[in-house]
């Protein structure tokens, strides 16, 4: 069964304790916090930070009020990363992790080209770009600990149950059923279908677009194709075309071969002279 | 300067220049392998691809178009007339594309690893097919090349290898650009919702290999006449603007189905709703795509030396121009942060852009690649009677 995580952002009150799970667990490095006008820290993804709660303050009329939102990799059904890497670097596991083989599974074959951090439309892989020999790294659903049976280190850590570890399926009914007994709730999961599913989804009271995920873009929703089947439309022509072409050229140069002059290549180019 | 008995290389002020940039390059690049991308670039997790992989990839494989266009001409159409220009669009070519393997071994983290996708395919991605198209493609061009070589050192067993297999590298040679040209376009599919509309699109491979086989002309056209006036001799302004038909009409063909597919995906009113990649969008289609269209069809103006060299550079840069727009403008606004290249990512630009230019002038200098000057014409035209050039 595939697992995925369930994230009601109502419930979350923004203490960070599955950041600090999270670097301890993976042991990440720590990162200085910088003084800014928001109370993010640090405030974005890295090769670093696998995890990073946001917050947004949102006004609603005379009302404000905060929302707290933990970002990470969104674990994609088809993951874009994984179609776009050359050496198949990243891999969707059967249980739902998507994970990085030179850390995961000690296979070094990633060459650092970076086109995954371009194909991924959450932005989330962070590289280490002050290594000599960088690794490409985010979050990987605690593989190791999902493994043995454990849930990842930051829904252990959640104390206000913001987290739900579990079968995709279930936690998508029990999303989908917390909203349609709880008016508050935005009628949307995201995740659910955005980018052809994603295995952590995500509830809310305040709109989407107002908490940092993208639910349109240029005055359309988001596709809810997923990015590989898109690529896959393309490059699926390949060899077609390479036969095709080859066999269309040999034909037209056999053809017109028949009527051309022969030349002798060798008298009629010659070495310019620097003078 | 006398390299060795066989090679010859005169150092003028100008070339000691470009040597010297070719220097601070190297020192750079092997700054850049031991520290790391960090130290010498301005790349960062929003914007992991920068001026190497946008302007010297993509620009430096676009502008090598004249090589697969010129060998389509030439070689399979068997249009005997543009025999002059083909051999300085192979060296050309050949160049650009290890400009581009070579920046990209520069812009790759882990680059011991380099030759991983021969052995782990990652076939799902464009880049598994954009990776062996281009390292092919590279090697069928030095061995093309090997046969020009070998016309200087004569390598009986050898030549003879070579001439049994050109038939069958020339077909290649074409094929595999045209894969890679296009793939280098798919590589944005994967940037949907977020590269602009105008630009994005399901046949942006189209618009990308479509838009380096009409560049190849324009390259050659841009090249040539500069070749020519450095070493003194006639530019082939007669084939130039002949071959000015074959890009006209292919601009001409762009330019339809451009607005076909903005029509078509509904986007056609975002050109004009004054954002600033709009008015970039416009820029790119009026003043390089529609203004080379106007010059070209205009008769006196492809047929005058300047004419011809204005329109066509007027081509490269605009191809250029759109790649950069794909990269950079398009995405700028999905991508967030900020990106501009640091002064060594620049140096190392330019020292390859000039390593560049020193080897085309060393082969052309030693090898045979210009046309032959037909001395019993005054004008000095090359393509004349007598030397079986003429169609």
């Known amino acids: 069964m595939s697992k995925?995580?369930?994230?009601?952002?109502?419930?979350?009150?923004?203490?960070?304790?599955?950041?600090?799970?999270?670097?301890?667990?993976?042991?990440?490095?720590?990162?200085?916090?910088?003084?800014?006008?928001?109370?993010?820290?640090?405030?974005?993804?890295?090769?670093?930070t696998w995890t990073n709660v946001n917050y947004y303050l949102i006004e609603e009329g005379d009302q404000l009020k905060w929302r707290f939102v933990k970002k990470q990799c969104m674990h994609c059904n088809e993951p874009a990363c994984e179609s776009a890497c050359f050496t198949h670097s990243f891999v969707k596991t059967k249980e739902g992790a998507v994970i990085y083989k030179p850390t995961d599974a000690n296979k070094d074959y990633c060459v650092g080209c970076r086109y995954c951090m371009v194909a991924c439309p959450f932005g989330v892989p962070g590289f280490q770009w002050d290594k000599a020999f960088p690794y490409v790294l985010k979050c990987r659903f605690c593989y190791d600990r999902m493994q043995e049976g454990l849930e990842p280190a930051c829904v252990s850590s959640c104390p206000t149950q913001t987290l739900t570890y579990g079968d995709r399926d279930e936690l998508l009914a029990l999303a989908w059923s917390k909203i349609n007994n709880d008016p508050r709730y935005v009628k949307h999961v995201y995740g659910e279908k955005e980018y052809g599913g994603t295995s952590w989804l995500y509830i809310s009271d305040v709109p989407f677009d107002k908490i940092g995920f993208r639910t349109e873009a240029f005055g359309q929703p988001v596709t809810q194709r997923s990015i590989p089947s898109l690529t896959w439309d393309v490059l699926k022509w390949t060899p077609a075309i390479f036969f095709g072409w080859g066999a269309v050229l040999t034909i037209m140069r056999a053809y017109t071969k028949r009527r051309a002059e022969v030349h002798n290549e060798s008298e009629l180019y010659e070495p310019v002279d620097n003078k | 300067m006398q390299l060795g008995r066989h090679f010859t290389f005169r150092l003028t002020g100008f070339r000691k220049l470009l040597i010297l940039f070719v220097l601070i390059a190297v020192g750079a690049a092997l700054y850049r392998f031991v520290f790391g991308l960090g130290a010498v670039t301005n790349l960062s997790d929003e914007w992991p691809w920068g001026l190497w992989i946008g302007f010297d990839l993509l620009c430096g494989i676009a502008l090598a178009g004249g090589g697969f266009s010129t060998a389509l001409i030439v070689h399979v159409l068997h249009k005997?007339?543009?025999?002059?220009?083909?051999?300085?669009?192979?060296?050309?070519?050949?160049?650009?594309?290890i400009i581009a393997l070579v920046s990209l071994f520069l812009d790759i983290g882990r680059w011991y690893n380099f030759w991983r996708p021969f052995f782990y395919w990652g076939f799902h991605s464009v880049l598994f097919e954009v990776f062996w198209c281009i390292a092919i493609y590279t090697t069928v061009q030095i061995l093309e090349f090997g046969d020009i070589f070998f016309e200087k050192f004569r390598v009986p067993a050898l030549q003879k290898i070579l001439h049994k297999l050109m038939p069958f590298l020339l077909i290649l040679g074409i094929v595999l650009p045209s894969l890679h040209q296009s793939s280098l376009g798919s590589l944005y599919i994967v940037a949907v919702d977020r590269l602009y509309p105008l630009w994005w699109s399901m046949i942006i491979p189209f618009f990308f290999?479509?838009?380096?086989?009409?560049?190849?002309?324009?390259?050659?056209?841009?090249?040539?006449?500069?070749?020519?006036?450095?070493?003194?001799?006639?530019?082939?302004?007669?084939?130039?603007?002949?071959?000015?038909?074959?890009?006209?009409?292919?601009?001409?063909?762009?330019?339809?189905?451009?607005?076909?597919?903005?029509?078509?995906?509904?986007?056609?009113?975002?050109?004009?709703?004054?954002?600033f990649e709009s008015n970039m969008f416009l820029i790119e289609m009026i003043v390089f795509i529609i203004l080379p269209i106007i010059m070209y069809a205009t008769p006196s103006i492809r047929n005058s030396q300047n004419g011809v060299l204005i329109a066509s550079i007027l081509v490269v840069v605009g191809v250029v121009f759109n790649r950069m727009n794909v990269v950079f403008t398009g995405m700028a606004k999905a991508m967030g942060g900020s990106y501009f290249p640091t002064i060594w990512e620049f140096a190392i630009t330019i020292g390859m852009w000039s390593g560049l230019v020193l080897a085309y002038c060393f082969i052309v200098e030693n090898f045979p690649i210009m046309a032959k000057e037909d001395h019993t014409h005054g004008s000095g035209h090359s393509v004349g009677t007598g030397t079986g050039f003429q169609a």
């Open chain 2, 209 to 275: 290999v479509w838009s380096a086989f009409f560049l190849g002309p324009a390259m050659v056209t841009v090249e040539g006449t500069l070749a020519a006036r450095a070493y003194g001799r006639e530019p082939e302004t007669d084939v130039f603007s002949s071959l000015t038909k074959v890009t006209l009409v292919m601009l001409i063909i762009y330019l339809i189905v451009k607005i076909a597919d903005l029509v078509y995906r509904g986007v056609l009113g975002m050109a004009f709703n004054g954002a």
């Open chain 1, 4 to 48: 995925g995580v369930l994230i009601d952002v109502t419930r979350c009150i923004g203490c960070r304790s599955c950041q600090v799970s999270c670097k301890s667990w993976n042991d990440l490095p720590a990162k200085m916090s910088e003084f800014s006008n928001n109370w993010d820290s640090p405030g974005k993804l890295s090769a670093d």
């Open chain 2, 80 to 97: 005997d007339k543009y025999l002059p220009i083909a051999r300085a669009a192979l060296v050309t070519s050949m160049l650009g594309y």
